[in-house]
Each structure stands twice: as C-alpha cells, then as structure tokens.
C-alpha cells in the first residue's frame, strides 16, 4: 500500500502522517508512505517566509520516528502546486492519495480551491481529505455510512479499528450483513439531522457523496473533523 501524504503546514503534515499510520500500519499490507510538500513560490511574494526542508519535514520525521515501514520526503518549490501534487501521485504510482484541508475552505463550498481541482484532475486515483477542526490525539472516529453506496469507505477502516484495538462506532440506514462485512462492528440507525453532541468522538469517517448530500448539517457539528474519501473511477 503506498500512500502519498501532501500538505502546506508542517503540522498538517504531521497528522496525516500519523493518520495514515493508523489507517494502515495494522492492515497487514506492505506499507509505504511518502511526504511531500510542494513549496508554492506565491508564498514569498505574499510576504510569508520559505522554510528550509528540515523545518518543513522535521514533525513528520517525529511522527515517522521507529516506525517499521518505507518511508520517504519529497520537497521542491514550484508556482503551480497542483500540478507537482498530480506529477508525484503519478510518478510515485500512489495507491491514495491523502490531503490536508482548513475547515474554512470547506464551509465555502463542497469542496473548491486546490482540493477541488486535484480531485478533478486526479478521477482515477483514491483521494481521501482530512477537513481538519483542532483533530489531536487519540483519535476517537465513528463512521457515518447511510447507505450502500458507502461500501468502499470499510476496507480503509479496517486497519483503523485493529490499530484502536476495538470496533468503530457506525451510523448506518442499511444492515451490517448488507454491506457483506464480518466480525464484530458497532452498527446503530442513521439519523443524520439529530445526531446527538459526542465530545468522544473528534473524526467522523465518511464517503464523498455522503458529505455531499449531507454537507450543511455535517458542518453545522463544530467538534468534528472529517475525513472523506473519493473512490477512484
């Protein structure tokens, strides 16, 4: 499994690293895992400093520190970021693609900016987004899948709930057994417009077109981040 983690802060950058170790570190797949930031030249002209690569990638190498899997950094400046996050998924020949977004950008629109673009740009590939709202550690997900349609977004969990050592919470219109899974998951009724506040649970895991459909109320829980996955065509 090799997962291309891209980001523009270097805190962002540590989180979805780590992020992408829970999701697949205890999947029992070959992982490998690729850092890359694209240095956007339009920063210095707008008055914000370079940072050199050792700050850029110094958490992320934190967050890497004993890990048992490939691990590698990739950095270069460039005035078109979009385009060097499409070249490296390419070249790199990435299995998922995981990316960093502020919660402002999501509360704009569904999904627009760069995000927007690279999931245009990049149909064929899985891109997962973490919508981040103030997400730290331990990571306490629940999964909302209200129906079938949702199927693909359980095998990127399975890694997640052997890495937490226990069942995810999942909110759900359709039956485990309607989804084909096996073992011992936390099924309950999907009721998306009176969800109940849950200050343990801090990411909710769930599939683009759900976000979609549901993206006003989503956004109207302000303790959540997302993490949303787009299947690849």
Same mark, same amino acid.
């Given at each position: 499994?090799? @997962?291309?983690?891209?980001?523009?802060?270097?805190?962002?950058?540590?989180?979805?690293?780590?992020?992408?170790?829970?999701?697949?570190?205890?999947?029992? *797949?070959?992982?490998?895992?690729?850092?890359? /930031?694209?240095?956007?030249?339009?920063?210095?002209? &707008?008055?914000?400093?370079?940072?050199?690569?050792?700050? $850029?990638? *110094?958490?992320?190498? +934190? &967050?890497?520190?004993?890990?048992?899997? *490939?691990?590698?950094?990739?950095?270069? %400046?460039?005035?078109?970021? @979009? !385009?060097?996050?499409? +070249?490296?998924?390419?070249?790199?020949?990435?299995?998922?693609? =995981?990316?960093?977004?502020?919660?402002?950008?999501?509360?704009?629109?569904?999904?627009?900016?760069?995000?927007? +673009?690279?999931?245009?740009?990049?149909?064929?590939?899985?891109?997962? @987004?973490?919508?981040?709202?103030?997400?730290?550690?331990?990571? +306490? !997900?629940?999964?909302?899948? %209200?129906?079938?349609?949702?199927?693909? $977004?359980? %095998?990127? #969990?399975?890694?997640?709930?052997?890495?937490?050592?226990?069942? $995810?919470? @999942?909110?759900?219109?359709?039956? *485990?057994?309607?989804?084909?899974?096996?073992?011992?998951?936390?099924?309950? !009724?999907?009721? !998306?417009?009176?969800?109940? %506040?849950?200050?343990?649970?801090?990411?909710?895991?769930?599939?683009?077109?759900?976000?979609?459909?549901? /993206?006003?109320? #989503?956004?109207?829980?302000?303790?959540?981040?997302? =993490?949303?996955?787009?299947?690849?065509?």
């Amino acid at each position: 499994m090799k @997962v291309l983690v891209s980001f523009a802060n270097p805190k962002m950058g540590a989180k979805l690293f780590g992020l992408a170790r829970a999701l697949f570190s205890g999947s029992g *797949q070959n992982l490998s895992i690729i850092a890359l /930031h694209v240095v956007s030249v339009e920063t210095e002209s &707008e008055g914000f400093p370079r940072l050199e690569e050792d700050e $850029i990638f *110094q958490a992320v190498r +934190e &967050e890497a520190a004993g890990c048992d899997f *490939q691990f590698e950094t990739v950095g270069f %400046p460039s005035d078109w970021v @979009v !385009p060097g996050i499409l +070249e490296i998924a390419k070249s790199k020949d990435a299995d998922l693609l =995981l990316l960093g977004a502020a919660r402002s950008l999501f509360s704009e629109g569904l999904l627009g900016g760069k995000v927007g +673009e690279v999931l245009r740009k990049l149909s064929a590939l899985d891109v997962a @987004v973490l919508a981040d709202n103030g997400l730290n550690s331990p990571i +306490e !997900p629940v999964v909302l899948a %209200p129906g079938l349609e949702s199927a693909a $977004i359980f %095998p990127l #969990l399975r890694g997640l709930s052997d890495f937490l050592g226990g069942p $995810i919470p @999942v909110f759900s219109g359709s039956k *485990q057994e309607d989804f084909g899974l096996k073992g011992s998951m936390s099924f309950r !009724p999907w009721l !998306p417009f009176s969800l109940a %506040p849950d200050t343990k649970k801090n990411l909710a895991v769930l599939d683009y077109e759900t976000y979609k459909s549901f /993206h006003s109320i #989503l956004l109207a829980r302000k303790d959540l981040s997302y =993490l949303i996955l787009r299947k690849g065509r």
